[in-house]
């Protein structure tokens, strides 16, 4: 026989299911709905946050309407974002980095051309002109 808090949690499920499993377009729209209600009081919410958060996790995975973006995210090379993402904090342009080399390399390792990466030295040297370990950079 199911404890009674069992019951009641069961219960509650029922009548907002997306909180454990996503289905359709219109639970994904009041999942994030009910997510912006809930973080107002994070403390409180917590755990009904990190349920629901995991529920909107996979349908983001796996749902068609972002497949797209799910692969451009998987071909990014991670520590090409953060860099892009440090530069957009600090008000960087490709002529602003001198550890990467020049204005046209700083280009072509922030567009992935082909043989133009991060290297090894140039991570150490972002980390320490941004403060940041270099192994965020690989």
């Not at 404890?3 to 069961?10: K, M």
Request: glycine share 8%; no cysteine; charged share 25%.
């Amino acid at each position: 026989m199911l404890s009674p808090a069992f019951v009641e949690i069961r219960d509650a499920l029922a009548q907002v299911p997306f909180v454990a499993h996503i289905e359709t377009q219109d639970d994904y729209q009041q999942a994030l709905e009910m997510m912006d209600q809930l973080v107002d009081d994070y403390d409180a919410n917590k755990l009904l946050i990190e349920i629901l958060a995991a529920s909107i996790q996979r349908w983001e995975d796996q749902a068609a309407e972002f497949s797209g973006f799910n692969a451009t995210v998987a071909a990014t090379d991670r520590g090409v974002a953060v860099l892009k993402t440090l530069m957009a904090q600090h008000g960087l342009g490709v002529a602003d980095l001198p550890e990467l080399g020049s204005k046209g390399n700083v280009s072509k390792i922030l567009n992935g051309a082909e043989g133009k990466k991060l290297t090894r030295k140039h991570m150490e040297a972002l980390g320490k002109r941004f403060g940041v370990p270099p192994v965020l950079f690989f």
